[in-house]
């Protein structure tokens, strides 16, 4: 057997729901509207961290509306290594988890697993909380030294862990336990607020988080360790204030919907003049991308129980751009949205400003015909009528995206590659298109 089928084989034991013969190529053929009801899953960016929370406590933790995507079996399959029992079940609102972590084994982490997913850090908070110790590869499984997570490392040293790399595995200890701390993140770290709030909620003693993220998914893992017991304030502010210490008992919480999709979603109706209905779509957790997006176009309303999205009468229209952190425009819409401007009548400028190498889709996109031109963090993007089919590749999970988004709209047909960065932030986008109108189709063996 393949490496890669045992890693599957792991996947499917851990999250039985998860299929691995989907197909390692996508071929869309465009210029079909997509119309109809799609339905907005579980938030990945939120799914993800509550999962890691349920290694705080050793009583039954239930999730519901959980994403069925990749990142969600992989982490399964961690937690299942150390320790976790997990229990699954589907329902009508998407897939539930009651996860068990009575005992824990902090040992347990494969190198593998972890170099799949950079969520994975997530586990070195929790594990030093609950255990007193942590060994874990680092995420993406490159010996980079800890400048990728240096603000995690920060904080958690402040509380009280001694932290050293050692041939590419961070080795965390606390053996006092840790304790509380005043912290102030350089820059609001959406990865670094998790982490640390994780540790702090069985921290001895009170912790600041000082300039922490403010994104949804935060406040969701804040009201699930609320829900658990844990004493927090400031949710939704710049300014975190845990008073740790407390065993936390169990919970059920259900996981807010994925803006991220929602997004991309109403960029693709858009895109390929359709009309969306989007169940659990929120506009109010897009921030500053709903009047961007309407200045573009992308005409969403809300109706009962989801949102409508489609393109606005005049059309497309290039606007400008810049990411930033909740509520600002999101580094995770930029790579959609790039697909969906590259539609639009006349010039935009789109500046990204969270992470130094996120416009791998730019060259991938210019195959499919677009025009745009990188200058440093901005990339100028002028409007063509059309794209045309090619053969891409998809570099990160949000490019995967904006590769569909792009294929849907092309003459002739795209051939995606590298469908692992799809699955990883999407529960089955190409079924759910399909139900919408898309002319599409996995194949290649397993994915």
Same mark, same amino acid.
């Given at each position: 057997m393949l490496?890669?089928?045992?890693?599957?084989?792991?996947?499917?034991?851990? +999250?039985?729901?998860?299929?691995?013969?989907?197909?390692?190529?996508?071929?869309?053929?465009?210029?079909?509207?997509?119309?109809?009801?799609?339905?907005?899953?579980? +938030?990945?960016?939120?799914?993800?961290?509550?999962?890691?929370? +349920?290694?705080?406590?050793?009583?039954?933790?239930?999730?519901?509306?959980?994403?069925?995507n990749l990142d969600v079996a992989v982490l399964a399959s961690l937690l299942q290594r150390l320790g976790c029992e997990m229990h699954w079940s589907a329902t009508e609102s998407g897939l539930a988890v009651t996860i068990a972590a009575a005992r824990v084994r902090p040992a347990g982490i494969d190198r593998d697993l972890v170099s799949r997913m950079r969520a994975s850090v997530l586990l070195l908070g929790a594990l030093l909380a609950r255990c007193g110790e942590a060994n874990l590869p680092l995420p993406g499984g490159d010996a980079i030294g800890l400048r990728g997570i240096d603000f995690h490392v920060t904080g958690l040293r402040a509380m009280g862990a001694t932290i050293t790399l050692d041939g590419g595995t961070i080795r965390a200890t606390a053996a006092h336990g840790l304790h509380g701390a005043d912290i102030l993140l350089p820059q609001p770290s959406v990865g670094a607020t998790e982490n640390l709030l994780l540790a702090a909620v069985l921290a001895t003693g009170k912790t600041t988080i000082g300039n922490a993220a403010r994104e949804p998914e935060i406040g969701d893992l804040g009201a699930c360790l609320t829900a658990m017991g844990a004493r927090i304030t400031g949710i939704g502010s710049h300014t975190l204030t845990i008073d740790g210490g407390l065993a936390l008992a169990g919970a059920v919480h259900t996981v807010l919907p994925d803006r991220i999709e929602f997004g991309t979603l109403a960029c693709a109706a858009a895109a390929t003049d359709g009309e969306l209905v989007l169940p659990n779509g929120r506009i109010d957790l897009l921030g500053a991308a709903a009047p961007l997006f309407d200045a573009a176009g992308v005409a969403i309303r809300e109706v009962d129980g989801g949102v409508i999205a489609r393109r606005a009468g005049d059309g497309l229209r290039g606007i400008d751009v810049t990411t930033g952190p909740y509520p600002e425009f999101a580094t995770d819409l930029q790579a959609p949205t790039m697909a969906l401007l590259a539609l639009a009548v006349g010039a935009s400028a789109i500046t990204e400003t969270v992470f130094e190498q996120r416009f791998g889709h730019v060259d991938e996109l210019r195959k499919m015909g677009a025009n745009i031109s990188v200058r440093g963090r901005t990339a100028l993007v002028r409007g063509v009528p059309r794209l045309h089919g090619a053969s891409v590749t998809c570099t990160d999970v949000r490019a995967a995206a904006a590769l569909v988004i792009a294929g849907l709209n092309a003459s002739g047909e795209t051939i995606l590659g590298g469908l692992d960065h799809l699955d990883r932030g999407y529960d089955r986008m +190409?079924?759910?298109?399909?139900?919408?109108?898309?002319?599409?189709?996995?194949?290649?063996?397993?994915?």
């Open positions: 490496m890669g089928e045992a890693m599957t084989s792991t996947f499917v034991m851990a +999250a039985p729901w998860w299929r691995s013969d989907i197909g390692r190529l996508l071929t869309i053929r465009g210029g079909k509207p997509l119309v109809g009801r799609y339905p907005i899953s579980g +938030a990945k960016n939120a799914a993800l961290p509550l999962m890691v929370a +349920a290694l705080l406590t050793p009583h039954l933790v239930t999730l519901r509306n959980l994403p069925g +190409a079924e759910k298109l399909a139900a919408v109108g898309a002319d599409l189709v996995r194949s290649g063996g397993n994915g």
